[in-house]
Every structure is written in C-alpha cells, then in structure tokens.
C-alpha cells in the first residue's frame, strides 16, 4: 500500500504563488508517473500537470506558462510551483501516483486533497 502525503495549500491573493508538494511513502518499486489534479465545487476532476519517470511534462492550457510540475526521485517527491495564481485556481487539489508494485501490477494512489484558494 502506498500513501501520498500533500502539502504546500493555502489562502493567497491573486497574483501570488503557492508551492505544493506530495511525498510517497509505502512499498513500491517504481513510480511510473506522477501528476496534479484538482476540483473545483460542482465541477469535474481535471488534470493539471504531469510528469513522467523521465522527466516528460505536460500542462492543462489553463495553466501552462504559470505552473511548473517538478520531481525530486531521491525523495519520490513531486511539486507543483503556482505562480501567477488566479481566482480560477481555485480547488482541491489532489495529487495522482501511479507506481510499479510488482507482479505486474500499477496501480493509481490518491493524496487526500490540499486546499487552494485564491482572492481577488
């Protein structure tokens, strides 16, 4: 089993920047790809970024040129850098592993959501 501990939400106006940050931990072999989601009330779970094991990135329109999705594989970890947040920014938002555990199986795991919201 394998836990997603997120971190780095927060209240900012817009204009400001927030940094999140999602650490695996449990019994896995390999990460095969990590992302961010996020949801908004009343609407959809939608991809935000992602990122392979090696290194692709790829960026919802909304917020290309504004985030930045990074890895630290030393530590499993995964970041989302937001800047230039807008009140359109905000969600939960989830971050998304999908590892290798073995036997032939990749399963998805879920953080527990962290909390953007951003003020005009």
């Known amino acids: 089993q394998v836990q997603l501990v997120e971190s780095g939400g927060g209240l900012v106006q817009a204009g400001g920047s927030l940094r999140l940050s999602c650490a695996p931990s449990g019994i896995f072999f390999k990460i095969n790809a990590m992302g961010w989601y996020r949801q908004a009330p009343g609407k959809q779970r939608e991809v935000v970024a992602a990122i392979t094991s090696g290194g692709s990135t790829n960026y919802a329109d909304s917020v290309k040129g504004r985030f930045t999705i990074s890895r630290d594989n030393g530590k499993n970890t995964v970041y989302l850098q937001m800047n230039s947040l807008k009140p359109e920014d905000t969600a939960v938002y989830y971050c998304?592993?999908?590892?290798?555990?073995?036997?032939?199986?990749?399963?998805?795991?879920w953080g527990q959501g962290t909390q953007v919201t951003v003020s005009s």
């Open positions: 998304n592993c999908n590892v290798d555990i073995g036997w032939g199986r990749s399963p998805d795991y």
